[in-house]
Protein backbone atom coordinates (compact mmCIF):
# COMPACT_ATOMS: atom_id res chain seq x y z
CA UNK A 1 0.00 0.00 0.00
CA UNK A 2 1.47 3.43 -0.96
CA UNK A 3 2.02 6.07 2.02
CA UNK A 4 -0.76 8.25 0.13
CA UNK A 5 -3.31 5.75 0.82
CA UNK A 6 -1.98 4.38 3.92
CA UNK A 7 -2.07 7.73 5.01
CA UNK A 8 -5.64 8.04 4.02
CA UNK A 9 -6.74 4.91 5.59
CA UNK A 10 -6.00 6.67 9.26
CA UNK A 11 -8.04 10.07 8.65
CA UNK A 12 -10.68 8.04 7.49
CA UNK A 13 -10.25 5.97 10.85
CA UNK A 14 -9.86 9.24 12.86
CA UNK A 15 -12.70 11.27 11.80
CA UNK A 16 -15.36 7.68 12.71
CA UNK A 17 -16.53 8.27 15.95
CA UNK A 18 -14.24 6.54 18.93
CA UNK A 19 -16.02 3.58 19.66
CA UNK A 20 -15.55 3.08 15.65
CA UNK A 21 -12.61 3.75 16.18
CA UNK A 22 -12.12 0.92 18.84
CA UNK A 23 -14.16 -1.89 16.87
CA UNK A 24 -11.97 -1.22 13.68
CA UNK A 25 -8.44 -1.73 15.22
CA UNK A 26 -9.25 -4.77 17.21
CA UNK A 27 -11.92 -6.45 14.60
CA UNK A 28 -9.09 -9.06 13.38
CA UNK A 29 -9.96 -11.83 10.30
CA UNK A 30 -8.11 -14.53 8.96
CA UNK A 31 -8.64 -16.26 5.57
CA UNK A 32 -7.12 -19.94 5.88
CA UNK A 33 -6.58 -22.24 2.48
CA UNK A 34 -6.87 -25.89 2.34
CA UNK A 35 -2.93 -26.19 1.49
CA UNK A 36 -2.24 -24.10 4.32
CA UNK A 37 -1.28 -20.40 3.08
CA UNK A 38 -3.02 -17.89 5.37
CA UNK A 39 -3.86 -14.34 4.60
CA UNK A 40 -4.68 -11.78 7.84
CA UNK A 41 -7.03 -8.76 7.66
CA UNK A 42 -9.29 -6.28 9.01
CA UNK A 43 -12.66 -7.20 9.59
CA UNK A 44 -15.37 -4.89 8.30
CA UNK A 45 -17.94 -7.15 7.49
CA UNK A 46 -20.19 -9.34 10.27
CA UNK A 47 -18.84 -11.40 12.63
CA UNK A 48 -18.54 -15.08 12.51
CA UNK A 49 -17.41 -17.68 10.00
CA UNK A 50 -17.50 -17.86 6.26
CA UNK A 51 -16.29 -20.58 4.02
CA UNK A 52 -16.06 -21.69 -0.06
CA UNK A 53 -14.41 -22.10 -2.68
CA UNK A 54 -12.17 -18.57 -3.00
CA UNK A 55 -11.89 -17.62 -6.41
CA UNK A 56 -10.60 -13.58 -7.52
CA UNK A 57 -12.30 -11.12 -9.82
CA UNK A 58 -10.53 -8.58 -11.50
CA UNK A 59 -13.55 -6.07 -12.09
CA UNK A 60 -12.16 -2.18 -12.06
CA UNK A 61 -16.54 -1.48 -10.62
CA UNK A 62 -19.26 -3.58 -9.68
CA UNK A 63 -19.02 -5.28 -6.84
CA UNK A 64 -22.80 -4.57 -5.91
CA UNK A 65 -23.59 -6.92 -8.92
CA UNK A 66 -20.85 -9.25 -8.04
CA UNK A 67 -21.44 -9.54 -4.36
CA UNK A 68 -25.53 -10.26 -4.91
CA UNK A 69 -25.08 -12.86 -8.12
CA UNK A 70 -26.27 -15.98 -7.43
CA UNK A 71 -23.69 -17.62 -9.33
CA UNK A 72 -21.29 -16.79 -6.69
CA UNK A 73 -22.94 -19.57 -4.19
CA UNK A 74 -20.60 -21.34 -2.72
CA UNK A 75 -17.98 -19.08 -3.15
CA UNK A 76 -15.43 -16.34 -1.22
CA UNK A 77 -14.93 -13.77 -3.72
CA UNK A 78 -11.30 -11.52 -3.51
CA UNK A 79 -11.74 -8.64 -5.35
CA UNK A 80 -8.57 -7.27 -7.09
CA UNK A 81 -9.41 -3.41 -7.82
CA UNK A 82 -7.69 -1.05 -5.60
CA UNK A 83 -10.88 0.40 -3.91
CA UNK A 84 -14.14 -0.69 -2.59
CA UNK A 85 -17.47 0.74 -0.97
CA UNK A 86 -16.32 4.25 -2.85
CA UNK A 87 -19.69 4.46 -4.51
CA UNK A 88 -21.70 3.05 -2.22
CA UNK A 89 -25.01 0.94 -2.93
CA UNK A 90 -28.30 0.84 -5.06
CA UNK A 91 -31.10 -1.01 -5.16
CA UNK A 92 -30.78 -1.23 -9.28
CA UNK A 93 -27.16 -2.44 -9.36
CA UNK A 94 -28.42 -5.24 -7.41
CA UNK A 95 -28.71 -8.66 -9.32
CA UNK A 96 -30.71 -10.79 -6.66
CA UNK A 97 -32.57 -9.88 -3.17
CA UNK A 98 -30.03 -10.54 -0.85
CA UNK A 99 -26.01 -11.19 -1.06
CA UNK A 100 -25.29 -14.50 -2.59
CA UNK A 101 -21.15 -14.38 -2.27
CA UNK A 102 -20.15 -16.36 1.03
CA UNK A 103 -18.12 -13.57 1.53
CA UNK A 104 -15.53 -10.79 0.62
CA UNK A 105 -12.43 -9.71 0.27
CA UNK A 106 -10.52 -6.46 -0.03
CA UNK A 107 -6.90 -4.44 0.00
CA UNK A 108 -8.93 -1.31 1.11
CA UNK A 109 -12.65 -0.75 1.76
CA UNK A 110 -14.27 2.89 2.64
CA UNK A 111 -17.94 2.91 4.48
CA UNK A 112 -18.03 6.42 3.32
CA UNK A 113 -19.61 6.97 -0.30
CA UNK A 114 -19.09 9.49 -2.07
CA UNK A 115 -21.71 9.26 -5.10
CA UNK A 116 -25.21 10.81 -5.55
CA UNK A 117 -26.44 7.64 -6.29
CA UNK A 118 -25.81 6.21 -3.21
CA UNK A 119 -28.82 4.56 -1.36
CA UNK A 120 -26.88 2.89 1.29
CA UNK A 121 -23.21 2.00 1.81
CA UNK A 122 -21.66 -1.47 1.46
CA UNK A 123 -21.12 -1.69 5.37
CA UNK A 124 -24.68 -1.81 5.73
CA UNK A 125 -25.33 -4.19 3.44
CA UNK A 126 -22.65 -6.93 4.98
CA UNK A 127 -24.46 -5.91 8.54
CA UNK A 128 -27.94 -6.26 6.93
CA UNK A 129 -27.11 -9.80 5.63
CA UNK A 130 -24.75 -11.36 8.05
CA UNK A 131 -21.66 -11.09 5.53
CA UNK A 132 -18.53 -11.45 6.62
CA UNK A 133 -15.93 -9.56 4.95
CA UNK A 134 -12.19 -8.33 5.55
CA UNK A 135 -10.05 -5.92 3.55
CA UNK A 136 -6.38 -4.59 4.27
CA UNK A 137 -5.37 -7.75 3.27
CA UNK A 138 -2.62 -8.59 0.30
CA UNK A 139 -5.30 -9.23 -2.45
CA UNK A 140 -2.08 -9.15 -5.11
CA UNK A 141 -0.65 -12.03 -3.35
CA UNK A 142 -4.07 -14.21 -2.58
CA UNK A 143 -4.36 -13.57 -6.22
CA UNK A 144 -1.31 -14.70 -7.74
CA UNK A 145 -1.36 -17.63 -5.06
CA UNK A 146 -4.63 -18.39 -6.75
CA UNK A 147 -3.39 -18.34 -10.13
CA UNK A 148 -0.52 -20.66 -9.84
CA UNK A 149 -2.31 -23.73 -7.47
CA UNK A 150 -5.70 -23.07 -9.00
CA UNK A 151 -9.05 -22.27 -7.12
CA UNK A 152 -8.51 -23.50 -3.21
CA UNK A 153 -11.29 -23.97 -0.59
CA UNK A 154 -10.80 -21.61 2.71
CA UNK A 155 -11.98 -20.36 5.45
CA UNK A 156 -12.56 -17.03 6.49
CA UNK A 157 -13.22 -16.16 10.01
CA UNK A 158 -13.11 -13.16 11.97
CA UNK A 159 -14.04 -15.12 15.59
CA UNK A 160 -11.47 -18.45 15.23
CA UNK A 161 -8.04 -17.50 15.30
CA UNK A 162 -6.23 -21.08 15.87
CA UNK A 163 -4.90 -21.41 12.19
CA UNK A 164 -4.58 -24.54 11.86
CA UNK A 165 -7.99 -25.36 12.65
CA UNK A 166 -9.05 -23.31 10.20
CA UNK A 167 -7.23 -24.95 7.55
CA UNK A 168 -8.14 -28.58 8.84
CA UNK A 169 -11.80 -26.60 8.51
CA UNK A 170 -10.85 -25.19 5.10
CA UNK A 171 -9.98 -28.64 3.77
CA UNK A 172 -13.61 -31.06 4.99
CA UNK A 173 -15.41 -28.23 2.55
CA UNK A 174 -16.59 -30.33 -0.10
CA UNK A 175 -15.09 -29.69 -3.86
CA UNK A 176 -16.73 -27.15 -5.84
CA UNK A 177 -16.27 -30.60 -8.60
CA UNK A 178 -19.41 -32.49 -8.37
CA UNK A 179 -21.24 -29.90 -6.06
CA UNK A 180 -24.92 -29.18 -6.96
CA UNK A 181 -25.83 -25.68 -6.05
CA UNK A 182 -28.09 -24.73 -8.28
CA UNK A 183 -31.12 -26.78 -8.09
CA UNK A 184 -31.19 -24.65 -4.70
CA UNK A 185 -30.78 -21.15 -6.33
CA UNK A 186 -33.17 -20.04 -8.15
CA UNK A 187 -36.87 -19.42 -7.52
CA UNK A 188 -39.46 -22.10 -6.28
CA UNK A 189 -42.49 -21.19 -7.44
CA UNK A 190 -43.91 -19.45 -11.14
CA UNK A 191 -44.25 -16.03 -11.52
CA UNK A 192 -43.92 -12.85 -14.03
CA UNK A 193 -41.12 -10.45 -14.61
CA UNK A 194 -42.49 -7.05 -15.70
CA UNK A 195 -39.50 -4.82 -14.96
CA UNK A 196 -37.26 -3.32 -17.55
CA UNK A 197 -34.31 -1.77 -17.05
CA UNK A 198 -33.88 1.44 -15.21
CA UNK A 199 -33.28 4.21 -17.01
CA UNK A 200 -29.55 4.99 -18.06
CA UNK A 201 -29.17 1.16 -18.22
CA UNK A 202 -28.86 0.45 -21.82
CA UNK A 203 -26.38 0.96 -24.27
CA UNK A 204 -27.14 3.56 -26.66
CA UNK A 205 -25.80 1.87 -29.64
CA UNK A 206 -28.87 0.37 -31.78
CA UNK A 207 -26.69 -2.05 -33.62
CA UNK A 208 -26.01 -4.06 -30.21
CA UNK A 209 -29.77 -4.27 -29.67
CA UNK A 210 -30.09 -1.88 -27.42
CA UNK A 211 -33.43 -0.50 -28.28
CA UNK A 212 -36.14 -0.09 -25.72
CA UNK A 213 -39.62 -1.21 -26.59
CA UNK A 214 -42.93 -1.61 -24.87
CA UNK A 215 -43.39 -4.19 -22.37
CA UNK A 216 -45.51 -6.89 -22.62
CA UNK A 217 -46.18 -6.16 -26.66
CA UNK A 218 -43.82 -9.00 -28.07
CA UNK A 219 -42.75 -12.93 -27.52
CA UNK A 220 -43.57 -15.24 -24.53
CA UNK A 221 -40.15 -16.27 -23.18
CA UNK A 222 -39.64 -19.07 -20.61
CA UNK A 223 -36.63 -18.96 -18.33
CA UNK A 224 -35.68 -21.97 -16.57
CA UNK A 225 -33.95 -20.49 -13.34
CA UNK A 226 -30.76 -21.74 -12.26
CA UNK A 227 -29.92 -18.89 -10.36
CA UNK A 228 -30.94 -15.58 -12.78
CA UNK A 229 -29.67 -12.24 -12.70
CA UNK A 230 -32.24 -9.59 -12.52
CA UNK A 231 -30.65 -7.65 -15.28
CA UNK A 232 -31.26 -10.62 -17.73
CA UNK A 233 -34.75 -10.49 -16.99
CA UNK A 234 -34.93 -6.77 -17.56
CA UNK A 235 -33.51 -6.97 -20.83
CA UNK A 236 -35.98 -9.49 -21.98
CA UNK A 237 -38.97 -7.08 -20.90
CA UNK A 238 -37.12 -4.05 -22.62
CA UNK A 239 -37.24 -6.09 -25.69
CA UNK A 240 -40.90 -6.58 -25.56
CA UNK A 241 -41.29 -10.06 -24.25
CA UNK A 242 -43.44 -11.25 -22.03
CA UNK A 243 -41.56 -13.01 -19.53
CA UNK A 244 -42.18 -15.99 -17.35
CA UNK A 245 -39.51 -17.59 -14.67
CA UNK A 246 -40.12 -21.56 -13.75
CA UNK A 247 -38.21 -23.57 -10.92
CA UNK A 248 -34.82 -25.02 -12.54
CA UNK A 249 -36.45 -28.46 -11.45
CA UNK A 250 -39.46 -27.99 -14.33
CA UNK A 251 -39.58 -30.99 -16.76
CA UNK A 252 -40.36 -30.14 -20.91
CA UNK A 253 -43.82 -30.63 -20.12
CA UNK A 254 -44.27 -27.86 -17.48
CA UNK A 255 -42.01 -25.50 -19.56
CA UNK A 256 -44.14 -26.34 -22.94
CA UNK A 257 -47.42 -25.97 -21.52
CA UNK A 258 -47.77 -22.52 -21.15
CA UNK A 259 -46.83 -22.27 -25.12
CA UNK A 260 -43.68 -20.27 -25.53
CA UNK A 261 -42.24 -18.91 -28.05
CA UNK A 262 -38.82 -19.22 -26.75
CA UNK A 263 -36.89 -20.40 -23.88
CA UNK A 264 -34.13 -18.57 -21.59
CA UNK A 265 -31.89 -21.20 -19.72
CA UNK A 266 -29.94 -18.70 -17.44
CA UNK A 267 -26.83 -18.55 -15.12
CA UNK A 268 -26.49 -20.48 -11.72
CA UNK A 269 -23.65 -21.55 -9.35
CA UNK A 270 -22.09 -25.24 -9.13
CA UNK A 271 -20.97 -28.02 -11.20
CA UNK A 272 -23.06 -28.27 -14.41
CA UNK A 273 -22.45 -32.10 -14.68
CA UNK A 274 -24.63 -32.66 -11.85
CA UNK A 275 -27.90 -31.15 -13.53
CA UNK A 276 -28.67 -34.40 -15.73
CA UNK A 277 -32.25 -33.58 -15.09
CA UNK A 278 -31.42 -30.17 -16.48
CA UNK A 279 -29.44 -31.50 -19.00
CA UNK A 280 -32.83 -33.95 -20.41
CA UNK A 281 -35.00 -31.26 -19.90
CA UNK A 282 -33.11 -29.32 -22.45
CA UNK A 283 -32.51 -32.42 -24.81
CA UNK A 284 -36.49 -32.55 -25.04
CA UNK A 285 -37.13 -28.79 -26.16
CA UNK A 286 -34.67 -28.84 -28.89
CA UNK A 287 -36.34 -28.82 -32.07
CA UNK A 288 -39.51 -27.55 -30.14
CA UNK A 289 -38.89 -24.52 -29.43
CA UNK A 290 -36.16 -22.22 -29.45
CA UNK A 291 -33.43 -22.18 -26.83
CA UNK A 292 -30.69 -19.61 -25.80
CA UNK A 293 -28.52 -20.65 -22.41
CA UNK A 294 -26.28 -18.58 -20.79
CA UNK A 295 -23.41 -19.12 -18.40
CA UNK A 296 -24.18 -22.28 -16.62
CA UNK A 297 -27.04 -22.62 -19.23
CA UNK A 298 -24.31 -22.57 -21.91
CA UNK A 299 -22.79 -25.53 -20.09
CA UNK A 300 -26.11 -27.65 -19.47
CA UNK A 301 -26.79 -26.87 -23.91
CA UNK A 302 -23.54 -27.74 -24.09
CA UNK A 303 -24.71 -31.22 -22.17
CA UNK A 304 -27.49 -31.76 -23.12
CA UNK A 305 -26.32 -31.68 -27.16
CA UNK A 306 -23.79 -34.42 -26.04
CA UNK A 307 -20.75 -32.37 -24.66
CA UNK A 308 -18.66 -33.02 -21.91
CA UNK A 309 -17.77 -29.77 -19.47
CA UNK A 310 -14.36 -29.33 -17.30
CA UNK A 311 -12.80 -27.53 -14.23
CA UNK A 312 -10.80 -24.62 -14.82
CA UNK A 313 -7.80 -23.85 -12.75
CA UNK A 314 -8.84 -20.68 -11.09
CA UNK A 315 -11.93 -19.65 -13.56
CA UNK A 316 -13.40 -16.46 -15.33
CA UNK A 317 -14.35 -13.59 -13.17
CA UNK A 318 -13.71 -10.12 -14.47
CA UNK A 319 -15.72 -7.81 -16.49
CA UNK A 320 -12.87 -7.41 -18.58
CA UNK A 321 -12.51 -10.92 -20.49
CA UNK A 322 -11.75 -10.93 -24.25
CA UNK A 323 -13.85 -13.28 -26.30
CA UNK A 324 -13.06 -13.79 -29.95
CA UNK A 325 -15.71 -14.61 -32.72
CA UNK A 326 -14.54 -17.71 -34.77
CA UNK A 327 -16.46 -16.85 -37.63
CA UNK A 328 -15.33 -12.96 -38.23
CA UNK A 329 -12.86 -12.26 -36.07
CA UNK A 330 -14.65 -9.74 -33.90
CA UNK A 331 -13.77 -9.14 -30.84
CA UNK A 332 -15.91 -8.58 -27.58
CA UNK A 333 -14.98 -8.18 -24.24
CA UNK A 334 -17.15 -9.38 -21.83
CA UNK A 335 -18.06 -9.96 -18.03
CA UNK A 336 -18.06 -13.34 -16.85
CA UNK A 337 -18.48 -15.19 -14.13
CA UNK A 338 -17.80 -18.86 -14.46
CA UNK A 339 -15.33 -21.87 -13.06
CA UNK A 340 -16.39 -24.76 -15.38
CA UNK A 341 -16.44 -25.05 -19.15
CA UNK A 342 -17.54 -27.08 -21.79
CA UNK A 343 -15.05 -29.28 -23.24
CA UNK A 344 -15.44 -28.13 -27.30
CA UNK A 345 -13.41 -31.37 -28.32
CA UNK A 346 -16.59 -33.65 -26.97
CA UNK A 347 -18.69 -31.46 -28.71
CA UNK A 348 -20.75 -33.16 -32.11
CA UNK A 349 -19.74 -32.05 -35.34
CA UNK A 350 -23.69 -30.53 -35.66
CA UNK A 351 -22.61 -28.13 -33.12
CA UNK A 352 -20.60 -25.10 -34.11
CA UNK A 353 -18.22 -23.17 -31.32
CA UNK A 354 -18.60 -19.41 -32.50
CA UNK A 355 -16.77 -17.82 -30.19
CA UNK A 356 -13.30 -18.48 -28.24
CA UNK A 357 -11.46 -17.51 -25.43
CA UNK A 358 -8.86 -14.70 -25.85
CA UNK A 359 -7.37 -15.59 -23.08
CA UNK A 360 -6.94 -19.56 -22.80
CA UNK A 361 -9.07 -20.44 -25.62
CA UNK A 362 -11.65 -21.72 -24.08
CA UNK A 363 -15.70 -22.76 -25.55
CA UNK A 364 -17.26 -19.30 -24.76
CA UNK A 365 -20.32 -19.41 -27.47
CA UNK A 366 -21.86 -22.24 -29.27
CA UNK A 367 -25.32 -22.77 -31.74
CA UNK A 368 -26.85 -25.96 -33.71
CA UNK A 369 -26.32 -26.06 -37.26
CA UNK A 370 -29.71 -26.60 -37.92
CA UNK A 371 -31.68 -26.46 -34.31
CA UNK A 372 -32.57 -23.22 -33.10
CA UNK A 373 -30.03 -23.18 -29.87
CA UNK A 374 -27.02 -21.08 -28.96
CA UNK A 375 -25.61 -20.43 -26.11
CA UNK A 376 -23.03 -17.66 -24.75
CA UNK A 377 -20.53 -18.59 -21.40
CA UNK A 378 -20.43 -14.85 -20.87
CA UNK A 379 -22.85 -12.49 -19.42
CA UNK A 380 -24.54 -10.22 -22.17
CA UNK A 381 -26.78 -8.44 -19.93
CA UNK A 382 -24.23 -5.80 -18.76
CA UNK A 383 -24.59 -6.84 -14.82
CA UNK A 384 -21.71 -5.54 -14.40
CA UNK A 385 -20.69 -3.82 -17.66
CA UNK A 386 -19.58 -3.84 -20.55
CA UNK A 387 -22.13 -4.25 -23.22
CA UNK A 388 -20.50 -5.80 -25.96
CA UNK A 389 -22.49 -8.73 -25.49
CA UNK A 390 -25.85 -7.07 -25.51
CA UNK A 391 -26.74 -8.10 -29.17
CA UNK A 392 -26.96 -11.74 -28.31
CA UNK A 393 -30.46 -10.76 -27.02
CA UNK A 394 -31.83 -9.26 -30.12
CA UNK A 395 -30.10 -12.46 -31.49
CA UNK A 396 -32.31 -14.81 -29.51
CA UNK A 397 -35.84 -12.66 -30.94
CA UNK A 398 -34.72 -12.69 -34.38
CA UNK A 399 -34.62 -16.71 -34.04
CA UNK A 400 -38.01 -16.60 -31.80
CA UNK A 401 -39.32 -14.78 -34.36
CA UNK A 402 -38.00 -16.69 -37.11
CA UNK A 403 -39.79 -19.68 -35.79
Not at 5 to 11: H, K, M
Not at 315 to 344: L, S
Not at 385 to 402: C, T, W
Amino acid sequence: MSRLVRAASREQRAALPEEDQTVREVSKAILALEDGRVFRGRSVGAAGTAEGEVVFNTSMTGYGEILTDPSYAGQIVTLTTAHVGNYGVHPDDLEDGRPRAEAIVMRSFTDRPVSWRADTSLSDLFREHGIVAVDELDTRALTRHIRTAGALRGVLSTTETETDRLVARAREIPQMKGLDLASGAGTRTVYEWKEGSPDGFLPDDGERGGARHAAGDGPRITVLDFGVKRNTLRRLVDLGCRVTVLPAGSDAGTVLVASPDGVLISNGPGDPATLERAAATTRDLLGRVPVFGICLGHQILGRALGGETLKLPFGHHAGNHPVIDTRTGRVRITAQNHGFAIDADTLPSEVEVTEVSGNDGTCEALRHRELPAFSVQYHPEAGPGPHDGDAHFAAFLAMVSRR
